[in-house]
């Protein structure tokens, strides 16, 4: 049972799995989740806003574990913002191998992993899209430790790297770090930090012809904080709220607040 509530939860930028532990063999794990976000400046932005930008998305994801080294999992995006009515944004699709595992007795836990993206083009041209082209391609590595109490942990702390490429444009790479406790494996709060540095030519974002951060220098970190409350056998809710901290060709002073559902199943 300790597996169940040890599920992975996903971060804004997409509902993809970013933590170095899977979920039980054969369950299926279903995660609905809506990210509103506002802002109001675009740094580097031509031309600026002349009002606030809000974003409404919702995310739904499926997570697999085909045996206990292998996990597979995709999630597709719908968006509704200033710049777009309500529609598709993108779909992705993801494959982790479980190399080191401290639950079963190894110091850490390491997975590596693949995932490619397809957005579509109307989302390109939104500011609010974090994505780089029609298909973005990254290979990620993620490691973490887990402080035990009795059955349960009680504390874990695990970092997330990605390199990524585009069908188009630069490369970029992208992190986390977050420190998490479990309370009478019920109450889970978390603090993380996620940050991301594209290397593309371009420093100014044309806001009104916008089309992926593929050739865009940018840079963020994000500052959030987590809260996940187990309802017995029907899954876990969660609140989060996140605070864009520096931004650079992005938009700036980003406030995300956060709902999603986990809910585990088989047949």
């Not at 990254?138 to 695990?158: C, H, L, P, T």
Request: aromatic residues 16%.
């Amino acid at each position: 049972m300790r597996r169940i509530f040890l599920l992975l939860f996903p971060f804004a930028i997409s509902a993809l799995e970013v933590q170095p532990w899977f979920g039980d063999v054969y369950e299926f794990h279903l995660l609905s989740l809506y990210d509103y976000s506002r802002f109001n400046r675009v740094q580097n932005g031509k031309p600026q806003l002349t009002k606030p930008f809000n974003s409404n998305v919702l995310y739904f994801g499926l997570d697999f574990s085909v045996s206990p080294q292998w996990s597979i999992d995709t999630d597709i995006q719908f968006a509704d913002t200033t710049q777009q009515s309500f529609n598709f944004r993108s779909v992705a699709l993801q494959a982790r191998y479980l190399w080191l595992d401290d639950i079963v007795g190894d110091r850490v836990s390491l997975a590596t992993g693949g995932s490619c993206r397809f957005t579509n083009t109307d989302s390109l041209r939104d500011v609010s899209c974090p994505y780089h082209a029609n298909a973005d391609f990254e290979a990620n590595i993620s490691i973490g430790k887990e402080f035990d109490v009795s059955d349960d942990w009680r504390f874990r702390v695990w970092g997330y790297g990605a390199v990524g490429h585009a069908n188009r444009g630069s490369p970029w790479v992208r992190g986390i770090a977050s420190v998490e406790t479990n309370i009478d494996d019920q109450h889970k709060l978390a603090i993380y930090a996620s940050g991301i540095n594209g290397y593309g030519g371009h420093r100014t974002v044309n806001v009104d012809h916008f089309n992926g951060y593929a050739k865009i220098r940018q840079k963020s970190i994000d500052l959030g904080f987590r809260y996940g409350y187990k309802v017995g056998v029907w899954g876990t809710v969660r609140f989060e709220y996140v605070r864009r901290v520096l931004a650079k060709s992005c938009p700036q002073n980003v406030n995300s607040f956060i709902f999603s559902y986990l809910f585990p199943f088989s047949f």
